[in-house]
T-cell receptor, first 111, second 115 residues
Framework: AQSVTQLGSHVSVSEGALVLLRCNYS??????LFWYVQYPNQGLQLLLK??????LVKGINGFEAEFKKSETSFHLTKPSAHMSDAAEYFC?????????FGAGTRLTVKP | EAGVTQFPSHSVIEKGQTVTLRCDPI?????LYWYRRVMGKEIKFLLH????????ESGMPNNRFLAERTGGTYSTLKVQPAELEDSGVYFC?????????????FGPGTRLTVT
């Protein structure tokens, strides 16, 4: 069985501050891991994904995530938050065609 | 290239009524998925089509939900009769590849409210 836990349903940071969104997973097979972002009134957009190879994955808009097998984590980071980063972020793990999502983290960026 | 589109964007119906949601995948994508997010909870998988065939419908909550994809193009998800707990956002996604690393492209979702 596979599952995803996102710690913190709401995260608030100041503009220019570090963004850290936490994701822990469980998977019975080597996981494929994803981060999606949803801006208001839009669909889910893929930010980045880990499949195999390098454990530090870079995505769009300056985001990156590191796969840590020993910690079963795939936290999302961005060094400096921008106002346009305000959105809801979803971590997901995939086994075959069954995509399992976390409950989402809503990021607020304060000016 | 047009993305995944869903119709309607919002639907408010009364308990016991019927609602049909539509999803148009990206042209050429054989794989189509339905997901649902109940307020504040995780996005849950409902089912997966490959062309017109149901590949996996293990996430469908009960027999009040019927999904179809006639001709392997657009898909509909009918809820009949709707119950209060069916409220949520229904997402559709499509992909070219069925592999684990294949990207799923999501639509904006249909927000269903059952009163």
């Amino acid at each position: 069985a596979q599952s995803v836990t996102q710690l913190g349903s709401h995260v608030s940071v100041s503009e220019g501050a570090l963004v850290l969104l936490r994701c822990n997973y469980s998977s019975s097979v080597p996981p494929y891991l994803f981060w999606y972002v949803q801006y208001p009134n839009q669909g889910l957009q893929l930010l980045l994904k880990y499949t195999t190879g390098a454990t530090l994955v870079k995505g769009i808009n300056g985001f990156e995530a590191e796969f840590k097998k020993s910690e079963t984590s795939f936290h999302l980071t961005k060094p400096s938050a921008h106002m346009s980063d305000a959105a809801e972020y979803f971590c997901a793990v995939r086994n075959n065609n069954d995509m399992r999502f976390g409950a989402g983290t809503r990021l607020t960026v304060k000016p | 290239e047009a993305g995944v589109t869903q119709f309607p964007s919002h639907s408010v119906i009364e308990k016991g009524q019927t609602v049909t949601l539509r999803c148009d995948p990206i042209s050429g994508h054989d794989n189509l998925y339905w997901y649902r997010r109940v307020m504040g909870k995780e996005i849950k998988f409902l089912l997966h089509f490959v062309k017109e065939s149901k590949q996996d419908e293990s996430g469908m909550p009960n027999n009040r939900f019927l999904a179809e994809r006639t001709g392997g193009t657009y898909s509909t998800l009918k809820v009949q009769p709707a119950e209060l707990e069916d409220s949520g956002v229904y997402f559709c996604a499509s992909s070219l590849s069925t592999g684990r690393s294949g990207e799923q492209y999501f639509g904006p979702g249909t927000r269903l409210t059952v009163t």
